[in-house]
């Protein structure tokens, strides 16, 4: 099973400030997804991210969300002004080109306080 | 968006007995079925998929069934393991795209 790792594992921050979430892969993947889930409630897909460019994204991800390959290796999530619904776990998914399975990583813990 | 329902939200199985999870979705599009596992405070763990094209996949003590025409599934879990213990999501993709999840099932499994 592909290996994907998270950082950090729980950021607190203030509404209104600017968070970056990371994801990386421990081996080359072309797809990767952000899901979060909020607590009680299911897992919500945000964006899919394929050839360094966005091929779907949800109602949720706004202006506020984006998302990019910085160094070709690291995925991020970036929410520039957070606000206190963003509350949630934040969580990075990779895929292999010709499987249909998805593999998570441990997730970050976001607190907007 | 309900297109993928699991309506027990729990389930208490003694050990060594069977553990049947199940989940109806609405969407025909779907084409690829997937089971995850999930304890608190971690990712979902990938545990089985199904295409469209099947009605049944096994793995060890796991097996999926899908039945097309009721829009059901089922995940068995043969014999249950208080290890099993852990919140189930049913997931569905369409031609491999995002995935879509059921509220998940809390499955505790009694020795």
């Known amino acids: 099973e592909p290996e994907v790792t998270q950082t950090p594992s729980h950021q607190v921050t203030q509404m209104g400030q600017e968070v970056i979430l990371r994801c990386v892969p421990i081996s080359n993947h072309l797809y990767f997804y952000w899901y979060r889930q909020i607590l009680g409630q299911k897992v919500e897909f945000l964006v899919s991210?394929?050839?360094?460019?966005?091929?779907?994204k949800s109602e949720i991800f706004d202006d506020q969300f984006s998302v990019e390959r910085p160094d070709g290796s690291n995925f991020t999530l970036k929410i520039r002004s957070t606000k206190l619904e963003d509350s949630a776990m934040y969580f990075c998914a990779i895929k292999r080109t010709v499987d249909y399975e998805q593999y998570f990583g441990p997730g970050t813990r976001l607190t907007v306080t | 968006d309900q297109q993928v329902k699991q309506n027990s939200p729990s389930l208490s199985v003694q050990e060594g007995r069977i553990s049947i999870l199940n989940c109806d979705y609405t969407n025909s599009m779907f084409d690829y079925f997937l089971w995850y596992k999930k304890y608190p405070a971690e990712g979902p763990t990938f545990l089985i998929s199904i295409s469209s094209i099947k009605d049944k996949n096994e793995d060890g003590r796991f097996t999926v069934f899908l039945n097309k025409s009721a829009k059901h599934l089922s995940l068995h879990i043969v014999p249950s393991q208080p290890g099993d213990s852990a919140v189930y999501f049913c997931?569905?993709?369409?031609?491999?795209?995002?995935?879509?999840f059921g509220a998940g099932t809390i499955l505790r499994v009694k020795s």
């Open positions: 997931a569905a993709s369409a031609q491999g795209n995002k995935l879509v």
């Open positions: 991210f394929y050839n360094n460019e966005i091929s779907e």
